[in-house]
């Protein structure tokens, strides 16, 4: 296993492992909070009888009720290294204020009641353990790797991580969730640009497709539901386990996780059908087969938590025949013939022809799925989309291309248009708006962000100990 994926996957979270011990010994140091503390220590009885001074580790800054010593700062500097990333002008106390900043967000989430509950911690704990103990090949590798003595003090380190992380994300997102943009302020935001420093935006495409997905026999569909009533019968009448046949069987990405997806709210991002199934069931009730785009599921609500529900769902898909692909393919093989002979445009054939209901309503025009503008920046495309337009001229319509759904919804075919082509230009109010409009409402929540930041400043208990006392914050952490 190469350790650059691991540290990849907890960049900040296992960075900042320690923490809670940090806490621990800043409890019993009675220095502590007159602002004089600078180090760690504990009493160690030698095998002489006598008394020695062990020096564990530096405490760089206190901020409300969380600790930051010395070692996670030089962490954190060692995980973005074994990224790759550039450490060009990050410094030791550019990293610290980062380190401040979060536990900030956090004290302040408790104040104002901003809670994570221990069922989202630990969800997300397990679901990290899952994904690093199959990166890694088995717990006992893992532990190793991280020195940890045991699973559960590898739990306890991830809960702690991830329950500091959760609660300075929440608190941002609180700090910033009202705040919207006005036509106005984005025209102003533009105006102040001088000419010579407005952004310049690289070559764009428009993009519009076609989508045929072909369906499988009633047989099929048959044979599917009748082997996930299968796996229900044996999971109730046999006490199976939901998640080891999950494992074993589902086609669906949480397959490696048991099935498990945690935390389902009314506003998920999950299909309806998924979503309504998960709020018509009592906990621990298993559901009938349902059928959503992606295949058949059964479903088991593990776990109601007011209006949000942890579920686990087995997904099998229907095989779909080479004979139905091959009447896709010729299909709109016709298809396109007829749009370049004229007899419909390309606009008309994706609202007649196309299986894509996302996108068949609005004459085949694909979404970024960054800001769901029309545009696509080159430097930026999807590497898979880029490579099947960029030989495409104006106009010319792409032969049947195979795909698999990466939602997971099959395997599709589809043929490519390009319909506007944007060369790299300075911003244009009136052409890039949607872009300009992202940056002044960027501005405007960095501001704010700003602003918070230095009120709480003032207002909460902070100590910045030792050499990081000569440090040249970006905020004022030292309250001169």
């Known amino acids: 296993m190469k350790n650059k994926s691991l540290t990849t996957l907890l960049t900040i979270l296992l960075c900042a492992m320690g923490m809670g011990y940090a806490q621990d010994v ?16 504990q009493v160690k009885k030698d095998t002489s009888n006598s008394f020695k001074r062990i020096k564990l580790d530096g405490i760089a ?13 030089e962490k954190t500097l060692i995980d973005l290294k074994s990224q790759g990333a550039s450490t060009e002008g990050v410094t030791h106390c550019s990293l610290l204020g980062r380190l401040m900043e979060d536990r900030l967000y956090a004290h302040q989430a408790v104040q104002d009641s901003i809670l994570v509950s221990d069922d989202e911690v630990n969800a997300t704990s397990d679901r990290q353990l899952q994904q690093l103990v199959q990166q890694i090949g088995s717990m006992e590798k893992l532990l190793k790797y991280y020195k940890k003595e045991d699973e559960q003090s590898f739990r306890e380190e991830l809960y702690k991580i991830n329950k500091l992380r959760m609660l300075s994300e929440r608190m941002q997102q609180d700090i910033v969730k009202d705040i919207e943009i006005t036509p106005e302020e984005v025209r102003q935001f533009f105006n102040k640009i001088p000419e010579d420093e407005r952004p310049v935006f690289g070559a764009e495409l428009e993009i519009a497709q076609i989508v045929k997905s072909p369906k499988p026999t009633d047989a099929e569909k048959q044979k599917i539901i009748d082997k996930l009533n299968q796996i229900k019968a044996d999971i109730e009448d046999n006490d199976s386990s939901f998640s080891v046949k999950a494992i074993l069987y589902s086609q669906g990405p949480s397959k490696s996780s048991g099935g498990l997806l945690p935390s389902v709210t009314k506003k998920s991002q999950y299909v309806s059908e998924f979503k309504d199934m998960a709020f018509s069931l009592q906990e621990g009730e298993i559901s009938e087969p349902f059928e959503t785009q992606f295949g058949y599921h059964i479903m088991l609500v593990e776990k ?15 095989e779909i025949s080479q004979e139905a692909l091959n009447e896709a393919k010729s299909e709109l093989d016709s298809i396109r013939q007829k749009v370049m002979d004229g007899k ?17 309503f609005d004459g085949g025009l694909l979404r970024n799925p960054v800001n769901f503008d029309s545009r696509f920046e080159l430097t930026n495309m999807d590497p898979n989309l880029y490579n099947q337009v960029r030989n495409l001229k104006d106009n010319e319509i792409s032969y049947p291309i195979l795909e698999q759904d990466p939602r997971g919804g099959g395997a599709k075919y589809k043929i490519l248009r390009v319909t506007n082509r944007y060369d790299e230009h300075v911003a244009d109010f009136a052409q890039d708006y949607v872009k300009i409009q992202e940056l002044a409402k960027t501005e405007k929540q960095f501001n704010a962000i700003k602003k918070w930041l230095a009120e709480h400043i003032e207002d909460t208990y902070i100590s910045v100990n030792g050499g990081n006392k000569e440090c040249d914050f970006a905020n004022n952490w030292l309250k001169q």
């Open 304 to 318: 109601i938590r007011g209006q949000e529900r942890d579920v686990r769902h087995i997904l099998l898909r229907p």
């Open 61 to 73: 800054a206190v901020v409300g009720d969380h600790v930051i010593l010395d070692s996670d700062v």
């Open 26 to 41: 800043a409890s019993d140091s009675q220095e502590l909070h007159s602002g004089n503390a600078t180090e760690a220590v």
């Open 344 to 360: 419909f445009t390309f606009a008309e054939a994706a609202l007649n022809f196309s299986d894509e209901k996302e996108t068949k």
